[in-house]
């Protein structure tokens, strides 16, 4: 910098990485500038630092800060390093797409291998193209956002409850102790995958409820499993400063529960009638289904002064399509095709702390906020 501010040149654009002790230095600077005597003074300057140089011009025309992208690719078991070809696969698309990668860095190994691409010049149509492509071919989750303050200014995180923040289905759970699993999990699966109306489902459904008590709700309670790494993805948001909701198409017997134990800040679920401690069959009030969700999502971020650009819907099933629409970002987690085709991204591994790394969460960054809380 003290050579370039003898020349008389104007900065403007200046990046510097370090790789494992091999520091670059990259400065762009303005005209007019005589090339030759430029080059000349910066080897004299390497030369007596012992440093390497290269001066080139830009072209005419082009920018210093091209679009950049973020790619994020994460590996498809527990901690099972990516291969060559994985790697090979994703940078053979940034390059079809007419992108260089600038930088990648590991976000995580742990529970998954995570590694982030910064991405410059790429068409943005194509890359998702490419990337698709290579991401089908190596059965990866490859996410593809743009770089930048939007990215990391996410706050608002809101996840469906049944198969996404937990293992199960609440509802089967409760037909399994009123002895008609089988014929519940048959209509579940079908409205899941959008071939039902959500709520005629659903009331189809609970109407076999009937007759359940106290006891049955409560083994049922006892039988919900968070799913892994969910306790770790609320805990590191909330560290983070992020607000986190949920939104069910099951009831907040189980749901209200969830959100005491978790510190969420938001919960809305479906209720379910009693009478004289007994379950009638019904729902009560307006059922939370697809429209709904995406109503939620956007009070929630309302009440937080969030804009919706700002938010985080995590499903699988039909009815969180409208919501992973709605949002700044859509995840598809371990979701039916359906919501795979219409989400921002996937993850298809079990672990719902992996949505961390989409969001550019770094493995340390999670290590730091546990060590931080002490």
Do not use: W
């Given at each position: 910098?003290?050579?370039?501010?003898?020349?008389?040149?104007t900065?403007?654009?200046?990046?510097q990485v370090?790789?494992?002790?091999?520091?670059?230095?990259?400065?762009?600077v303005?005209?007019?500038?005589?090339?030759?005597?430029?080059?000349?003074v910066?080897?004299q300057?390497?030369?007596?630092?012992?440093?390497?140089?290269l001066?080139s011009?830009?072209?005419a025309?082009?920018?210093?800060?091209?679009?950049?992208?973020?790619v994020?690719?994460?590996?498809?078991?527990f901690?099972?390093?990516?291969?060559?070809?994985?790697?090979?696969?994703?940078?053979?698309g940034?390059?079809?797409?007419?992108?260089?990668?600038?930088?990648i860095?590991?976000?995580?190994?742990?529970?998954?291998y995570?590694?982030?691409?910064?991405?410059?010049?790429a068409?943005?149509?194509?890359?998702?193209t490419?990337?698709g492509?290579?991401a089908?071919?190596h059965r990866l989750?490859?996410?593809?956002?743009p770089?930048?303050?939007?990215r990391?200014?996410?706050?608002?995180?809101?996840?469906?409850?049944?198969?996404?923040?937990?293992?199960?289905?609440?509802?089967?759970?409760?037909?399994?102790?009123?002895?008609?699993?089988?014929?519940v999990?048959?209509?579940?699966?079908?409205a899941?995958?959008?071939?039902?109306?959500?709520?005629?489902?659903l009331?189809?459904?609970v109407?076999?409820l009937?007759?359940?008590?106290?006891?049955e709700?409560?083994?049922?309670?006892a039988?919900?499993?968070?799913?892994?790494?969910?306790?770790?993805f609320?805990?590191?948001?909330k560290?983070?400063?992020f607000?986190?909701?949920?939104?069910?198409?099951?009831?907040?017997?189980?749901t209200?529960?969830?959100?005491?134990?978790?510190?969420?800040?938001?919960?809305?679920?479906?209720?379910?009638?009693?009478?004289?401690?007994?379950?009638?069959g019904?729902?009560?009030?307006?059922v939370v289904?697809?429209?709904?969700?995406?109503?939620l999502?956007?009070?929630?971020?309302?009440?937080e002064?969030?804009?919706l650009s700002?938010t985080?819907?995590?499903?699988?099933?039909?009815?969180?399509?409208d919501m992973i629409?709605?949002?700044?970002?859509?995840?598809?987690?371990?979701?039916?095709?359906?919501?795979?085709?219409a989400a921002?991204?996937?993850?298809?591994?079990?672990?719902?702390?992996?949505?961390l790394?989409?969001?550019?969460?770094?493995?340390?960054?999670?290590?730091?906020?546990?060590?931080?809380?002490?």
């Amino acid at each position: 910098m003290t050579t370039l501010d003898l020349l008389d040149v104007t900065v403007q654009d200046v990046e510097q990485v370090l790789v494992r002790g091999s520091l670059t230095l990259a400065v762009a600077v303005g005209e007019p500038v005589d090339v030759d005597e430029l080059t000349s003074v910066a080897e004299q300057a390497a030369r007596i630092h012992g440093l390497s140089v290269l001066v080139s011009p830009i072209p005419a025309g082009a920018s210093t800060r091209p679009r950049e992208d973020a790619v994020t690719v994460l590996g498809h078991g527990f901690q099972t390093p990516l291969s060559p070809a994985e790697l090979a696969a994703v940078a053979g698309g940034v390059a079809a797409a007419g992108g260089n990668i600038d930088r990648i860095v590991r976000l995580a190994r742990y529970p998954v291998y995570a590694y982030e691409f910064r991405v410059s010049g790429a068409d943005p149509l194509a890359l998702r193209t490419r990337l698709g492509q290579a991401a089908a071919a190596h059965r990866l989750d490859v996410a593809l956002q743009p770089a930048g303050l939007e990215r990391r200014a996410k706050r608002l995180v809101v996840l469906d409850v049944d198969s996404t923040l937990i293992q199960d289905e609440v509802v089967e759970l409760l037909a399994d102790e009123a002895g008609c699993g089988a014929e519940v999990r048959e209509v579940t699966e079908r409205a899941m995958a959008g071939e039902l109306d959500f709520e005629s489902a659903l009331r189809e459904r609970v109407r076999r409820l009937a007759g359940l008590g106290a006891a049955e709700l409560e083994r049922a309670r006892a039988r919900v499993r968070l799913t892994p790494g969910a306790r770790t993805f609320v805990r590191t948001l909330k560290r983070l400063g992020f607000s986190v909701g949920i939104v069910s198409g099951g009831f907040t017997h189980f749901t209200d529960p969830l959100a005491r134990e978790l510190g969420l800040d938001h919960a809305v679920a479906n209720v379910l009638e009693v009478r004289d401690g007994r379950l009638t069959g019904e729902v009560l009030g307006q059922v939370v289904d697809r429209a709904r969700k995406a109503e939620l999502l956007a009070e929630f971020a309302a009440t937080e002064g969030i804009p919706l650009s700002q938010t985080v819907a995590v499903g699988d099933g039909a009815n969180d399509l409208d919501m992973i629409a709605a949002a700044g970002l859509g995840v598809a987690f371990n979701a039916r095709p359906v919501v795979q085709q219409a989400a921002d991204t996937t993850v298809n591994v079990p672990y719902l702390d992996a949505v961390l790394f989409v969001l550019g969460v770094t493995r340390d960054e999670v290590e730091a906020a546990d060590a931080s809380d002490g």
